[in-house]
């Protein structure tokens, strides 16, 4: 018989225990023995059938020798890092959907997994139930993977979708978010692009082998997107997404988040509602895209799940020994990136535009005084923005300027 504990009894923790009971016998199936849940630590009290797995107290899941798994699923940094890193110490399995604490502390977390020889798996950490992690590591893992990008985070997309679809403002868009509980009270990670960020770092330690530290990443949010923006990007045929993105250039690697024009056509422009959807271009593979429901109770629970059937079923650690620490200088500025924006300004007419911006493509506006919307050239995002900053000393006002990138 394995005995495996959960840490943390919210939405993702309960949809672990409900899901391991519905299909009980599938996973013992695919283990090959028995399994139970012998513990749930959680603060509050538990009603049902689930009351008597109860603790209060981290050292008696910590202290048993029976329990060999633990599920994560508290959150934040602490005190979900100490009690992880004493567990994989102990020799325990962790299984966790904590993207944070995996961003920020993966490195050192799974160095002790390694050593201990135990596993620490963090599907359920970027995406929900969308299979990405697992994939990148067994499936596509031996080609050289080039670049991921993807909409990670289900809010912002929402709430993007609602002003595409129905016109809303960002805040109405919002609120309708938060009373249909996609959106938290203090949304902030959500649409100010931490969120992503963290994913994003995740998914490059994965594909790219080394740590990436989230808050190194060039993060821009949506609160700063207009319903005049969304008009006028669909009137361009494009659409606006909060895109997350970590490319290969030489030994090393470029990381950002921010909101981007992409084109129509693209899959991801196509990826709506609090669905999210990840691109990985490889060298051999080219474009693969994973794509579905990134948070939910049973989503999510569901790669918790996979990922503790995995780690039972392991005979050594399965995926601990890819990802390293960085040097110093492994992360490339954003600002050397080469892009080309969506630019809207108000006064000085196409002719007084082209003269600060170079040739650009108008897609709305051609008479003085009215408002312009345009793309530029390409160029490094530094230039770029000094042209934007330069524009303003010259009668021409930036009302937006936002990235359009190749997906």
């Known amino acids: 018989m394995d005995y495996f504990a959960i840490m943390g009894h919210g939405v993702v923790g309960s949809g672990v225990s409900e899901l391991f009971y519905k299909q009980r016998t599938q996973i013992e199936a695919r283990i090959g023995r028995p399994m139970e849940l012998k513990y749930i630590l959680d603060r509050r009290e538990l009603e049902g ?13 910590l202290e048993d020798q029976q329990v060999g798994y633990v599920v994560e699923c508290m959150g934040g940094i602490d005190p979900a ?7 994989l110490e102990a020799g325990k399995s962790v299984i966790t959907s904590n993207k944070e604490l995996v961003a920020q502390k993966g490195t050192e977390l799974l160095a002790i997994a390694r050593k201990r020889h135990v596993n620490y798996l963090f599907e359920a950490s970027v995406g929900g139930g969308i299979p990405v992690i697992h994939p990148l590591y067994q499936c596509i893992g031996f080609n050289q993977i080039d670049e991921i990008a993807g909409i990670l985070n289900g809010t912002s997309n929402y709430i993007l979708t609602r002003m595409f679809r129905d016109g809303m403002s960002l805040d109405t868009a919002l609120k309708m978010a938060q009373d249909l509980g996609y959106a938290e009270q203090d949304p902030s990670a959500d649409i100010d ?21 989230a808050e190194a990443v060039h993060t821009e949010g949506i609160r700063a997107i207009t319903s005049a923006d969304v008009a006028l990007a ?18 090393r690697v470029l990381a950002a988040v921010s909101p981007a024009l992409i084109k129509k056509e693209s899959p991801l422009a196509n990826v ?5 959807a990840i691109l990985v271009r490889g060298a051999d593979i080219g474009d693969v895209m994973f794509y579905g429901r990134g948070a939910g109770k049973l ?8 990922d503790l059937i995995d780690a039972a079923r392991a005979t050594d650690t399965l995926t601990t020994h890819h990802w390293q620490a960085s040097p110093p200088d492994y992360l490339i500025p954003a600002s050397e990136e080469k892009i080309q924006l969506f630019v809207r300004v108000n006064g000085g007419g196409p002719r007084a535009v082209e003269n600060v911006f170079g040739h650009v493509e108008f897609i709305h506006g051609g008479k003085n005084g009215e408002e312009l919307a ?10 770029l923005q000094a042209v934007v900053a330069l524009s303003n000393t010259m009668k021409i006002q930036v009302q937006s300027a936002i990235r359009l990138l190749p997906y």
């Open 49 to 61: 059938e689930l009351s008597s797995k109860l603790t209060h107290r981290f050292e008696d899941i």
């Open 81 to 87: 890092y100490d009690y992880t890193r004493r567990l």
């Open 193 to 213: 692009g931490a969120d992503a960020r963290r994913k994003i770092s995740i998914l490059g330690g994965v594909a790219f082998g080394r740590h990436i530290d």
């Open 234 to 251: 669909e009137a361009g045929g494009y659409a606006i997404k909060l895109i997350g993105r970590v490319k290969r250039q030489g030994d």
């Open 272 to 276: 709506d509602d609090v669905y999210n």
């Open 299 to 306: 989503p999510t629970g569901s790669a918790i799940i996979a």
């Open 374 to 383: 345009f793309i530029t050239g390409p160029d490094t995002d530094a230039r």
